[in-house]
């Protein structure tokens, strides 16, 4: 058993596939803004996602709702972050880019060709609901009920052994809300998912979730006014993701570290140190 320190383990078969690669990037590339990891230095860009590229052709918000509407700015954003982290050799180098867990065929196929063409790296497509909960550290068992409010997109997803039992998508975000008016629609939306996810549960998996406390991850999170009534409404305690808004490319980093170290690179110390997976949020 492994502690809250200790990164998220991966099988034998899986760290030979990656033999070799002694480099890396983690990507979490979201519809206001695209963040960025690397072992030994932790978050080293937070990119507001709208197109800061000159008169060039091409420059709007690369990325609406979680997909990818605008290839050539989302592709011009992630080169000048590659050749930032990673230089112009990309030899023996994976990047981890997670993507919503309802992320459509289309959405996955251009991300992965985005990728492809920062040259010759391998690629690891990461769900961001798994990404949150390695972020979050060990759990003790049992189902886990991921709630991800984002600035165009909130997801709720449903693991059960670190798989994806069950998840929902509304296009509502913190963007779509009027600051001087309560957080209504982002909070109706939470509780709108989740009760359909527990009509249809057969197991009594989203009940035990909700025994244990959903995890709030996404710029969400940090709103009381928001995890306050989520938490009223449901009628149990909600664990906060530390950091939240960068929850997903840590956890992201966290898988990228542990396939580095088992292709024979350790993580560095230091930044092990400083970007460790938090533990469980804090019960509230």
Not at 52 to 60: K, M, Q, R, S, V
Not at 255 to 271: C, F
Request: aromatic share 2%; charged share 25%.
């Amino acid at each position: 058993m492994h502690s809250s320190h200790d990164g998220p383990r991966l099988d034998r078969s899986v760290r030979r596939e990656y033999r070799g690669l002694t480099r890396g990037l983690a990507l979490d590339l979201g519809s206001s803004r695209t963040r960025a990891w690397m072992p030994g230095h932790g978050v080293i860009a937070d990119t507001e996602a709208c197109g800061d590229f000159g008169a060039e052709p091409g420059h709007g918000r690369p990325v609406r709702r979680g997909r990818i509407v605008d290839p050539v700015s989302c592709g011009r954003m992630l080169g000048r972050i590659a050749d930032t982290a990673l230089g112009a050799d990309r030899t023996d180098t994976v990047i981890v880019l997670s993507h919503p867990v309802l992320a459509g065929a289309e959405h996955r196929a251009a991300a992965k060709d985005l990728i492809a063409a920062l040259g010759p790296v391998r690629v690891i497509a990461l769900d961001s609901a798994r990404a949150a909960a390695v972020c979050a550290g060990p759990q003790d068992g049992g189902p886990l009920l991921v709630v991800d409010i984002g600035a165009e997109l909130t997801e709720a997803t449903l693991l059960v052994d670190g798989l994806v039992r069950d998840a929902r998508q509304a296009e509502t975000g913190l963007s779509d809300l009027d600051p001087s008016e309560p957080p209504t629609a982002v909070v109706r939306t939470v509780l709108d998912m989740v009760t359909e996810m527990w009509k249809q549960d057969r197991h009594g998996a989203v009940l035990g979730a909700l025994r244990k406390g959903p995890l709030l991850a996404g710029g969400g999170a940090a709103r009381p006014d928001i995890t306050d009534r989520i938490e009223a409404r449901l009628g149990v305690p909600v664990r906060l993701a530390d950091d939240p808004a960068n929850t997903v490319v840590r956890g992201a980093g966290l898988i990228l570290s542990s396939v580095l170290s088992g292709a024979g690179e350790a993580p560095d110390r230091r930044e092990t140190a400083g970007t460790a997976p938090a533990r469980p949020g804090r019960e509230r």
